[in-house]
């Protein structure tokens, strides 16, 4: 059974007098453990899956199954206690809290755990040298720069043991080196600890690191790229149920 | 809402707090200074109301000259005590002079009685405890004084001391504490001494006023008429009142003032409740996206309002507890008092006060809290993310 499983995934907005359609009746599969690229022009509908995957966003019509859980069958409270074991999201501004040092942000999400206070502390560690930030917990973002404030959201993002890593252009803001460096370490996450990713960008550099690529276009899967290897693809048929 | 859970993030409003060091300093200071005005203005009315209530006994009668209202003004001839002696129900007269160190408002008022022995051992000695010094050491001096105890603090004084105040030197030969503020707040001395120190061109004989006691509470209004009648014609007329409307009248006006700072009290309260709403209100504007990204981690609405109103209740309670006690403080090393027609009123350091404005402060911190709390927990997430 895949782990994200959707079906006729339909998103409306309201804008106005105009209807705003930027999710269509979109058919994907994904399995546990693939590492899937997003990529699209803008409002193909990249960004409003990749919500509705986190369970911030809900669909108008069509169903979304992750790790077994309807997610339209939940109410506001389930959601929010399912975000918090299920998935983390990595964002292009990384999103940290100000006020808060790199090992508190990391804990932050493992406040909403019940777990001992030194079982909390070891998670924490573990993650920040995983993301290989630990030498800056006790930094505040603004004394980091962009590459380690977005080691510091995926630490913040792994910490969790998560079933889906979602991430939202994570290399987008950016330079060269620091984004290679951050996808080296999403890569790894992925080889190494069999974590599933899926990541949205507009860089085809950043997805020729995934296993597939989905390209959406009018809120439908227009295209699958699967990669064996690098540079290495097989293309599927637009507008059919995507699988990853 | 799962308690340890509860209790846990609350690390998240005390890092906000902490780490906006000016944000809340600028509020708690303004929510100090608030409390402080409200603790010092509660602390006074709780005076008036002591004095007025309390102080007082109800089978007492003031004699007081006709139409003066203060200490200096108010002149009786001495041997009017042998005429209101006779008149029927008087069990006792007794002669006070008085003299006070400031006839004008005042928060440092001294107020002399001068009294006889017999009233000192009648009225005085059994409802106080002497703290220093002895009354046979009052009785065997004429320059003695028996000092109140909020006197003898206020103005740092012990047995054996001498001090000058109003043109009278007295010996402090004992200090005593009594549940009366009149008591408490005034030098009990000798009344020929007081008279001879305070003659002044050729007062001696003269008092201020007389204290009646009667055999039957029911008797004071009769009483009051006989006393007031039988010195109508007389060149000194008199104005008797029981001892509880006389001090109320007395501080009649100081009652209406009260009465009008306890507007300043429900204002200082409105703007503890103005500023932390003003600060919650800023900084859950300035916190959209985090309180976004709080919200994708997984914290649920009903979380975040409550983090948001334990800031509003820290906020509240940290800044009212230092105003309240700063007042609380000031009062208890100052022991402001002040007089009105020669009735002492105390501005008292009450716990009762304490606790009560730390209450205030609480409730009015949460509900300052609830508008910005619920307006937190209503955040759209993805909306917030994408405008923020």
């Known amino acids: 059974?895949?782990?994200?499983?959707?079906?006729?995934?339909?998103?409306?907005?309201?804008?106005?007098?105009?209807?705003?359609?930027p999710l269509d009746g979109l058919d994907l599969d994904i399995d546990a453990g693939r590492f899937v690229a997003l990529m699209g022009p803008s409002g193909s509908g990249k960004s409003t899956l990749l919500n509705l995957l986190a369970g911030i966003d809900r669909p108008t019509a069509g169903s979304l199954v992750v790790d077994g859980v309807d997610l339209a069958a939940l109410s506001r409270r389930e959601l929010a206690e399912w975000r918090s074991r299920k998935v983390s999201i990595v964002f292009q501004l990384y999103n940290l809290v100000p006020v808060l040092t790199a090992y508190e942000n990391v804990e932050l999400p493992l406040l909403l755990h019940d777990l001992p206070r030194r079982e909390r502390h070891a998670r924490v560690v573990r993650a920040l040298e995983r993301a290989h930030i630990a030498h800056r917990h006790d930094h505040m973002p603004r004394q980091l720069s962009g590459g380690e404030e977005q080691r510091v959201a995926?630490?913040?993002?792994?910490?969790?043991?998560?079933?889906?890593l979602l991430a939202d252009e994570p290399t987008?803001?950016?330079?060269?080196?620091?984004?290679?460096?951050?996808?080296?370490?999403l890569s790894s996450l992925h080889r190494d600890e069999g974590r599933t990713i899926v990541m949205v960008t507009h860089d085809p550099r950043a997805a020729e690191r995934a296993q597939a690529t989905l390209h959406l276009e009018k809120g439908r899967v227009a295209e699958t790229i699967a990669r064996t290897g690098a540079k290495e693809s097989s293309r599927a048929p637009a507008n059919t149920e995507a699988h990853a | 809402m799962n308690l340890p859970r509860a209790l846990r993030v609350l690390r998240f409003p005390r890092l906000q707090l902490q780490r906006h060091a000016l944000r809340t300093a600028l509020a708690l200071g303004g929510i100090a200074v608030a409390m402080l005005l409200w603790t010092i203005i509660r602390s006074a009315e709780l005076g008036v109301a002591l004095a007025t209530e309390r102080g007082a006994s109800d089978t007492k009668l003031v004699v007081y000259r006709?139409?003066?209202?203060?200490?200096?003004?108010?002149?009786?001839?001495?041997?009017y005590a042998e005429s209101i002696e006779r008149i029927p129900g008087v069990r006792s007269v007794s002669p006070v002079k008085i003299v006070v160190s400031n006839c004008r408002a005042s928060l440092d008022v001294l107020t002399f009685r001068g009294v006889l022995p017999e009233w000192i051992d009648a009225e005085l000695l059994p409802g106080v405890e002497m703290l220093q010094g002895s009354a046979d050491e009052w009785r065997s001096r004429g320059d003695a004084a028996l000092v109140g105890e909020e006197l003898a603090a206020r103005r740092r004084l012990r047995a054996g001391d001498t001090f000058r105040s109003a043109g009278v030197t007295v010996v402090v030969a004992g200090i005593f504490s009594s549940d009366d503020p009149q008591d408490r707040n005034s030098a009990f001395v000798h009344l020929p001494f007081l008279q001879e120190q305070a003659k002044r061109g050729g007062s001696g004989g003269i008092v201020t006023q007389f204290t009646?006691?009667?055999?039957?509470?029911?008797?004071?209004?009769?009483?009051?008429?006989?006393?007031?009648?039988?010195?109508?014609?007389?060149?000194?007329?008199?104005?008797?009142?029981?001892?509880?409307?006389?001090?109320?009248n007395a501080a009649k006006d100081?009652?209406?003032?009260?009465?009008?700072?306890?507007?300043?009290?429900?204002?200082?309260?409105a703007a503890v409740f103005a500023l932390v709403a003003n600060a919650l209100a800023l900084a859950m504007q300035a916190r959209v996206r985090e309180t976004a990204v709080l919200e994708v981690l997984g914290f649920t609405g009903s979380l975040v309002a409550w983090m948001t109103v334990a800031e509003g209740l820290a906020l509240a309670l940290v800044g009212g507890a230092i105003g309240a006690v700063a007042a609380w403080t000031g009062l208890w090393v100052l022991r402001p008092a002040f007089s009105a027609e020669g009735a002492v009123i105390e501005i008292l350091p009450s716990a009762s006060v304490l606790l009560a404005g730390?209450?205030?402060?609480?409730?009015?911190?949460?509900?300052?809290?609830?508008?910005?709390?619920?307006?937190?927990?209503?955040l759209g997430t993805a909306q917030a993310l994408r405008a923020g």
């Not at chain 2, 730390?358 to 209503?378: D, E, Q, T, W």
């Open chain 2, 358 to 378: 730390l209450a205030a402060s609480a409730v009015i911190g949460v509900a300052a809290a609830l508008v910005p709390a619920l307006r937190a927990a209503r």
């Open chain 1, 1 to 21: 059974m895949p782990l994200v499983e959707a079906r006729g995934l339909t998103r409306t907005y309201r804008k106005g007098e105009q209807e705003i359609r």
């Open chain 1, 154 to 164: 995926i630490a913040r993002a792994i910490v969790t043991e998560p079933a889906l």
């Open chain 2, 254 to 269: 100081v009652v209406q003032l009260a009465g009008f700072a306890s507007w300043v009290a429900l204002a200082a309260l």
């Open chain 1, 172 to 185: 987008g803001d950016l330079d060269r080196s620091s984004a290679e460096s951050i996808l080296d370490l």
């Open chain 2, 212 to 248: 009646v006691t009667v055999d039957d509470p029911s008797k004071l209004e009769s009483v009051a008429t006989a006393i007031d009648e039988r010195f109508a014609s007389d060149s000194h007329p008199t104005s008797t009142a029981p001892e509880k409307s006389f001090v109320a």
């Open chain 2, 66 to 79: 006709q139409n003066r209202y203060c200490p200096f003004a108010s002149q009786l001839p001495q041997h």
